[in-house]
């Protein structure tokens, strides 16, 4: 059973910083890709940023050059550094897997519950 723990949302100013972990454990330790989607109320979620296994970083234009994501396979963790925050990235912020190797029956994606990332102007 794959389970995602996501810490370090919480309240800022616009321009400030924020950084999110996500502690996934399970089998995880295969070809998969980690990352983070958010999502406003009435709003579909969207994808803000991924990194696969070996590396390979996809970001939204609109967090490009202001946040970066990073992970440690060996622990199984994903982290986004967001920077130069604005209004516009309040949302909930949900950390997220998608195992695409391994046993059968673990593929697919996973989500962890979610977290707050509230800016005000």
């Known amino acids: 059973q794959v389970q995602l723990v996501e810490s370090g949302g919480g309240a800022v100013q616009a321009g400030g910083s924020l950084r999110l972990s996500c502690a996934a454990s399970?089998?995880?330790?295969?070809?998969?890709?980690m990352g983070w989607f958010r999502q406003v109320p009435g709003k579909q979620r969207e994808l803000v940023a991924t990194e696969t296994t070996t590396g390979i970083t996809d970001y939204d234009e609109s967090v490009k050059g202001r946040f970066t994501i990073s992970r440690d396979n060996a622990k199984g963790t994903v982290n986004l550094q967001m920077n130069t925050l604005k209004p516009e990235d309040t949302a909930i912020y949900f950390c997220?897997?998608?195992?695409?190797?391994?046993?059968?029956?673990?593929?697919?994606?996973?989500w962890g519950q979610g977290i707050q990332v509230s800016v005000s102007s």
């Open positions: 399970g089998p995880v330790f295969s070809t998969n890709i």
């Open positions: 997220y897997v998608n195992i695409l190797s391994g046993a059968i029956q673990d593929r697919g994606m996973y």
